[in-house]
């Protein structure tokens, strides 16, 4: 099903009840809406645009922070959270800021999933002369003359490094990878939501890496493309949008007009921009359940305004109940969504003129299948694991993760799809340990009985640096025999990224040339593909540990390969580093 998708406001949050909250109005020269604390329990994954699990994010919550596992998980126990709007940011090496707001209520389990952007240089000017970049989609950032200065406020002089990416506003996944939720604050200081004309980040740094910015006075030039679906309904001129770091709202500031198929503004720093229509806002919130009345915990939801496909999306908290803020006055469709990404259950809803609580909405005619998952999570000792997370796949990739209760307890509806066998993964993420995978067959009931998370943590890894951007591939494979060729490779699900290189090994040491090669390929946002064939001369494999079988083989890469764009421009010699720790299964 084809759909066009315009972004506006619709973040889900997490629901149990209202009792015991605390508010409080925070007055500020820039309006923040008000506070309302609740206690609460946030759990999350942190990926990378495929899917891929980001190891080391840095997640932070207010003051606090936690640091992501190998398969990128996290969780906040038993912390204040903002039941108007709770600010949950990712910022990571090599990565552009990622961020949500979601709306949980007083003692839920708490869900979300945060997919970061790699940060890729679009282009270089000289700060003395400015100039023109484009980035893709044909965006443009034009940055003044002697307008760069330092974090500190001096003045720069020098090369200036232009990372930037357009987000397109017909895309669907760009409700996956944008900051916050659309949610904004207009020149009245009035709450709105916002519905997207296009977005676009940028970046800027020195050579060596320190950050810059437009000094006072100074002003850049942005060009937004207006996608070809959107141009009838694109207006003549639109409010400027900038994403406040520090409260994960849009702030409205100036304007963008309308010069053919763009949208052009000036703006005086640089953050994410964004060129939005804004809509008055009403609160709703509803719950699913299964047929048999169990609510369906972690479960994607999607609303979307069907007079102009605007859509937003959310997930449901652990007793299955999503709450969120959607346009006042508009016919909506609310859409369920199975772990494939298909639509398995949709009704129309509203219009709403005032807050509305849809109540129970129970999914009785499903195109998914649901299991009930149940069980307990123990440590080494065999006591319960209170609190641990458990993640659940399947053989079509598709991930689900949910909470235990203080007992170490879980008993979980959940939806699935094209899958003959789930695999059941307990952690204990304060004490960096997990269990082995359990897998069991298919069925309505699943009783995976006690799962002892008492193993050490695997930490198989690819880390790749690709010219300054950092990539991490986890669960590799390693293929071939002890004084021959091995091979070691990995990719993410859906082959977005993928990466191998071979070596003649049987013992550590050093190699270079003959039986050395390496290839890497990143298929979107746009194909970046990379070569260096056997033998290869400027890649050297260093390995600092060959273990037998079952035991880890480890080591260093370093070194230049030659890359090419989808429009086969060539770019030689670009640098490529890394590490590697793979387990021998032969």
């Not at 891929?52 to 906040?76: H, R």
């Not at 008993?411 to 359990?438: F, H, P, Q, R, W």
């Not at 293929?479 to 490779?489: C, K, N, V, Y």
């Amino acid at each position: 099903m084809k759909k066009l998708f315009l972004y506006l406001l619709l973040v889900l949050g997490f629901a149990a009840c209202r009792k015991d909250m605390e508010e409080t109005t925070i007055v500020d020269t820039v309006y923040t809406p008000p506070v309302i604390k609740v206690n609460g329990t946030l759990a999350g994954q942190v990926t990378d645009e495929g899917g891929q699990a980001i190891e080391g994010a840095i997640v932070k919550l207010g003051s606090q922070q936690q640091t992501t596992n190998a398969d990128g998980f996290f969780v906040f126990r038993n912390v204040v959270l903002d039941a108007n709007g709770t600010f949950v940011k990712v910022d990571q090496p090599g990565y552009f800021h990622s961020s949500t707001r979601i709306f949980p209520k007083a003692n839920a389990e708490n869900y979300v999933r945060l997919a970061l952007m790699p940060r890729q240089i679009a282009g270089q000017v000289n700060s003395a002369n400015g100039g023109t970049v484009t980035t893709n989609g044909g965006a443009r950032v034009k940055l003044p003359a002697n307008g760069m200065v330092t974090a500190d406020g001096s003045a720069y002089n020098g090369e200036v490094q232009v990372a930037a990416r357009w987000l397109n506003p017909s895309d669907r996944s760009m409700a996956r990878i944008m900051p916050g939720n659309l949610q904004g604050i207009d020149s009245d200081r009035e709450e709105v939501s916002l519905a997207s004309y296009g977005m676009l980040v940028v970046e800027l740094s020195s050579p060596a890496g320190d950050r810059l910015n437009l000094g006072q006075g100074a002003e850049a030039e942005l060009m937004f493309p207006i996608p070809a679906s959107l141009r009838n309904s694109a207006p003549a001129s639109i409010p400027l949008w900038y994403f406040d770091e520090n409260t994960g709202l849009w702030r409205e500031e100036g304007s963008a007009t309308r010069q053919g198929d763009n949208y052009v503004g000036s703006v005086s720093h640089f953050s994410f921009w964004n060129c939005d229509y804004p809509f008055p806002l009403v609160n709703i919130e509803g719950q699913l359940l299964t047929e048999a009345g169990n609510p369906l915990t972690n479960t994607l939801v999607m609303i979307e305004m069907t007079s102009t496909s605007q859509v937003g999306s959310g997930l449901t908290n652990g007793d299955g109940i999503f709450t969120g803020k959607v346009p006042a006055g508009e016919a909506l469709i609310l859409r369920v969504l199975d772990h494939c990404g298909d639509v398995a259950y949709e009704q129309a809803i509203g219009p709403f003129t005032d807050d509305a609580n849809l109540g129970a909405i129970t999914l009785d005619d499903l195109s998914a299948s649901i299991t009930n998952v149940s069980g307990a999570l123990i440590n080494c000792d065999g006591d319960p694991l209170p609190g641990g997370l458990l993640r659940l796949s399947n053989e079509w990739g598709g991930t689900h993760f949910i909470l235990a209760d203080a007992n170490g307890q879980f008993s979980k509806a959940i939806m699935y799809c094209n899958a003959t066998e789930i695999s059941l993964k307990g952690y204990d993420l304060a004490n960096n340990v997990e269990s082995v995978e359990y897998t069991f067959a298919i069925a309505s009931n699943i009783d995976a009985g006690d799962i002892s998370v008492c193993a050490n943590t695997i930490s198989e890894y690819i880390r790749v640096n690709l010219n300054g951007e950092e990539y991490t591939y986890l669960e590799p494979q390693l293929s071939g025999t002890p004084g021959a060729l091995f091979e070691i490779g990995s990719f993410t699900q859906d082959s977005i990224y993928t990466f191998n290189f071979t070596f003649p090994v049987g013992a550590p040491g050093v190699y270079n040339g003959a039986g050395v090669r390496f290839t890497y390929f990143i298929l979107q946002p746009d194909y970046f593909g990379g070569y260096c064939f056997n033998p290869c001369n400027s890649m050297t494999v260093t390995v600092t540990e060959f273990g037998g079988v079952g035991e880890f083989v480890r080591g260093t890469f370093n070194g230049t390969m030659d890359f090419y764009d989808n429009n086969q421009q060539e770019f030689p010699d670009t640098p490529v580093s890394g590490e590697f720790a793979v387990i021998r299964t032969q």
